[in-house]
Structures are given as C-alpha cells and as structure tokens.
C-alpha cells in the first residue's frame, strides 16, 4: 500500500458545527453514561468526542455511547494506535459503522512519548510519530483485503495533527485531522496544510464563568497534564509562546490562547474564530475543577447558545 493508492472510503458523518469533547465519560457509571449521552443527543450537539489513555477501551465506549442514543455520531479523539495492531482497529471501526452507519468517525493518534513508554508494558520505544503513523495506516488499509467478498470501503478517519508534517499526512491518507489545545491562528495554518476538502475538528476548552481566578485555576489545571510533553509545547512555540509561558503551571497567556473563558457570549465568539478560521467541527471541551467532573449544567446552558 502506497500514499497514492488508498482505497476508497466511507463519508465522514455529519458532525453539526458544534460537538462536546470531555474525559468525563471514562469516569461514568454505565447507566449514567447511557442517560448523560441521550440527553446530550436531544439538545442537539453534533458529535460526542474523548480521549483514550487509561480509561475505557475506547471502542467499547463508543459502542455504549452510539445504543445510548437515537442520532448523534461519535468520534474517537483519539483512538491511540498504541492500544491495538491496524487489522483490530479496521475490525472495530467497521463493526461500529455496520452497527450505526453513518454515526462513527475514527480519529486516530501517535499519543506522546511519557504516555507510550511510562504507561503502556513491554518496552516500547516511542520514536519517530510521522513514521509510525504512516506505517501503521498502510497496515490499516492493507487490511480490508482481506475482509470477505473483496475490497470494502473504509472507515473515514481523522488524524491527530499539530505540525506541518502529520497535518500533510493528514491530508493525504485520511479525510483530515483532529487538532486539540490550539488557537484560531493554528486553525488558518491547518486550513492551509489541509486544502479547501480536508476535514478540520478542532478541539477547544472552556470555563463557563466571569471569574477571573476560577478561569485562571481550571485553565492551569487543566493544562497540567499536557505542559510538558514535547508535541503541544513545540506546537505552542511555532504559535509564539516561549519558554516563559510554561513557567508555574502556566502563563495567563498561555490559558487566554488556549482556554476560552466567560460568558455564553465569549464563548460562542471563541468558537466562531475557530469557524472562521477554517475549521468544519469545533468540539468543546467544558471545564470544570477536575477531568472527572460532569459538567451537564454547562452542557445544559451552552446549548442554545451553540447551536442557535
């Protein structure tokens, strides 16, 4: 398989220009994660979006999340390809797509170097992402030859991109990326790696509030497991950030860019530079004191101001 020979690919689903990201999920009894996804499925966000370290295993929440609710597609933000070899990976996403067509997008990443080589066993050395990924994909698509009755359409996927390089990789071997902890500004340079047709779900984080420190201290806390690893703080740095920025949990800087912060008003405003920056999808990440806080009043009150 070659970058100029993928097969052909099943749509991307219709995601709505709003959608929810949150790790909340992993946190969830079952029953009230099957209750909180229907409810957020009739306010009528586009998509539901998480993340994959330790928690669940990713499609087996996918799975819960699509029987919980009537309409809303899903997406894995992202499916870590640490976690399984490509032909388990192409096994899931087809089962999930036969099961719901038209509700599931395979969002796919590298991870980061701490995460693979200090929580995963069996020595893995992380080492060049690019390669990794682009070899992962050949074997990804080399896998569909091998399902009954021939050839079959894949499953459409984003990729977890950052830099020029996985962005053009991006577009070249997947319907387009997932970017996450970005500005607007990094919204334009990936519109621009991406073309006109790449598909762009950005991720962005929020507090629901006109305090000041709440802003501030749920903006740090929320930074703190991603300050250190090299893929976000050299993304950081191409933005204009410096070194400075990192310091004691982060610079106000550093928060403003990167959390939106205020009313329903700044918030929708936020989202609506990313728009127009170029992305399809803004998926909202709402923030509360901890990753493991629900926030569905928020959810509840961002709602029509979102999606109006």
Known sequence: MTDTAAPAHRPVPDLGRVGLW???FDFLPVPQLRDTAAELDALGYGA?????TVGRETFTQALLLLES???IPVATGIANLWARD?????GAARTLLDAHPGRFLLGLGVSHGPLVEGLRPGGNVYDKPLTLMRNYLDA???SIYFAAGGELPRPPRVLAALGPRMLELSRDRAEGAHTYLVTPEHTAQA?????AGGYLAVEQGV???TDRETALRRGREHLKPYINLPNYRNNWLRLGLTEADFADGGSERLVDLLVASGDEAAIRTRIDAHHAAGADHVCVQVLGESMVDLPMDDWRTLAPALLG
């Open 207 to 209: 507090v629901l509030t």
């Open 69 to 71: 609710s009537p309409r």
């Open 22 to 24: 949150t790790s909340a």
């Open 48 to 52: 539901l979006w998480w993340g994959e």
């Open 191 to 195: 519109r621009e790696a991406l073309g």
């Open 86 to 90: 490509a032909v388990a990976t192409n």
């Open 140 to 142: 990804l698509d080399a």
